[in-house]
């Protein structure tokens, strides 16, 4: 069964501190995509990166950084330097290329609230 | 390029009463999903519309419904409403290839008394 896992439910660090977002999955696809969304007090999901299950490259943007690891199935996000701005639920999402329907569902983890103070 | 768009963004209605909810996708986009957060459930999809079709439901009740148009407009109606239907409702879109990424609209706020 398909399932995404955010064990941190709440973070808090103070600016300029590094922070990383746990996420860990599981699928019995050879085959899957996941993703990285910041959903801000608005309220919109904010894409933020796509990866895919062939790519084990470590990416980074900005200062933003990815370590996706298929041994341990995890796919952390860590920021560096945090700022207030960057407060929001991130969650991370699992989505399978070759379900039963063929379709897009993304399978959502229950998010962690960061919150960074000055 | 516009984003997705979202009407009305908030609602209030009461148990009973049926909803229609409005989502515009991004220009070119084929799919448009639609996923309901609340706090103990957290995100969970609701349905995927492609081509007008319905390609895929989640394991929601028929009391929620939807539809899409031939500009790819899609709609979602909630009937019967229950107290446990406020939610926030965001819709997706993508270009429809499984596993494109999907960019979600504002969402739609209901609250049902």
């Known amino acids: 069964a398909q399932k995404v896992t955010q064990a941190q439910t709440e973070i808090s660090v103070v600016e300029k501190e590094d922070v990383t977002l746990d996420c860990v999955y599981e699928?019995?696809?050879?085959?899957?995509?996941l993703f990285w969304y910041k959903q801000p007090p608005s309220g919109e999901l904010v894409f933020l990166i796509r990866r895919n299950s062939f790519d084990e490259q470590n990416e980074i943007s900005g200062r933003y950084s990815w370590n996706f690891q298929k041994s341990t199935s995890s796919f952390n996000f860590t920021i560096t330097a945090s700022q207030v701005v960057d407060s929001a639920v991130y969650f991370c999402a699992l989505s399978e290329a070759w379900g039963p329907y063929n379709t897009d569902k993304l399978i959502f983890g229950t998010g962690t609230r960061l919150q960074v103070f000055p | 390029k516009a984003g997705v768009t979202q009407t009305p963004r908030y609602l209030i209605k009461t148990r009973g009463q049926q909803v229609t909810l409005s989502c515009s996708p991004i220009s070119g986009h084929r799919s448009v999903s639609w996923y309901q957060q609340t706090p103990g459930q957290g995100l969970q999809f609701l349905f995927e519309?492609?081509?007008?079709?319905?390609?895929n439901k989640g394991n929601f009740p028929g009391r929620f419904s939807g539809r899409q148009f031939s500009n790819s407009r899609s709609e979602m109606n909630v009937s019967t409403l229950e107290l446990g239907d406020s939610a926030l409702y965001l819709c997706?879109?993508?270009?429809?290839?499984?596993?494109?990424?999907?960019?979600f609209g504002p969402g739609t706020r209901l609250t049902v008394l």
């Open positions: 997706a879109s993508s270009l429809g290839q499984p596993t494109d990424t999907q960019y």
């Open positions: 519309y492609f081509s007008e079709t319905q390609r």
């Open positions: 699928t019995r696809d050879t085959t899957y995509y």
